[in-house]
C-alpha cells in the first residue's frame, strides 16, 4: 500500500508503523505487540499481533498496522509491547479531513 504525504480522508487506508530496536540499533521482537486506536468520538478497538490481520510483521522488529478510519476528526493511536526489556508505549495520531458525504457537514463546504 502506497499512499501519497497529504490529508487522509474517511475511508481512506492508513498504514502506522513501529520500529524496536535495541541500544546497539539491533532490530528485536516484543512478546507480544498491541495497536490500539480511538475513534474521533472515543470509541477504542485494540488489535493484537497474531490475532487480528490488522497488525502486521514486516520484519524483525517493525510492526504496522492498517486501517480505514471512517469518520473525520482527530484519531489517537497507541502501539503497546511486553517482553522482558522490551515494553515500550508510543502514542500518536492521525487527522482525518471531514468529508461532506460521510460526515454530514455540508455547511462548512457551503460559499
Known amino acids: 500500500m502506497t499512499l501519497a504525504p ?3 480522508y474517511p475511508g481512506t487506508p492508513v498504514r502506522l508503523t513501529l520500529a524496536l530496536y535495541d541500544d546497539d540499533g539491533n532490530p528485536v521482537d516484543p512478546d507480544a505487540v498491541t495497536f490500539k486506536l480511538m475513534s474521533p468520538c472515543g470509541a ?8 487480528d490481520t490488522q ?7 517493525n510492526y504496522y498496522a ?9 484519531w489517537p ?4 509491547t511486553t517482553g522482558d526489556g522490551k515494553a515500550i508505549t508510543k502514542e500518536g495520531y492521525i ?15 457551503r460559499a
Do not use: K
Request: hydrophobic content about 35%; glycine content about 14%.
Open 55 to 61: 497488525v502486521q510483521r514486516a520484519s524483525a522488529g
Open 66 to 74: 492498517d486501517v480505514t478510519p471512517d469518520a473525520g476528526g482527530r
Open 44 to 51: 477504542v478497538t485494540s488489535y493484537v499481533y497474531g490475532v
Open 77 to 80: 493511536f497507541r502501539w503497546e
Open 6 to 8: 497529504g490529508p487522509y
Open 95 to 109: 487527522l482525518v479531513q471531514c468529508s461532506p458525504f460521510i460526515d454530514g457537514v455540508w455547511d462548512a463546504y
